[in-house]
């Protein structure tokens, strides 16, 4: 079973930046893809950003490109999401997620962490 936990998350303010980090424990799959979604109070969970086991490819939701980074280590069992210039409707849970090959739905994911606030001010 794979465990993930993600860490980083926090209030600033717009215009800000913060850098969210997911690791994976257990029985892991350094050859899955990861990804990071989100999901603000009272709306669904949406697809931020992804990158395949190798990261060779990366993917982004429009309303994030060119602001977000997501990235891996070296390892491969841990994957990162730099966040630039926030703006107050990035406000969410941010979850981090395995799947066999890297999508944009959550319904591809086989496992998720449990999630952790970001908060930006306006």
């Known amino acids: 079973q794979v465990q993930l936990v993600e860490s980083g998350g926090g209030l600033v303010q717009a215009g800000g930046s913060l850098r969210l980090s997911c690791a994976a424990s257990?029985?892991?799959?350094?050859?899955?893809?990861m990804g990071w979604f989100r999901q603000a109070p009272g709306k669904d969970r949406e697809f931020v950003a992804a990158i395949n086991w190798s990261g060779s490819s990366t993917y982004y939701a429009d309303s994030v490109k060119g602001r977000f980074t997501i990235s891996r280590g070296t390892a491969k069992n841990t994957v990162s999401l730099q966040m630039n210039s926030l703006k107050p409707e990035d406000t969410a849970v941010y979850y981090c997620?395995?799947?066999?090959?890297?999508?944009?739905?959550?319904?591809?994911?086989?496992?998720w962490g449990q999630g952790t606030q970001v908060t930006v001010s306006s």
């Open positions: 997620a395995g799947a066999p090959r890297a999508g944009i739905y959550s319904g591809e994911y086989a496992y």
């Open positions: 257990g029985r892991t799959f350094s050859t899955d893809a």
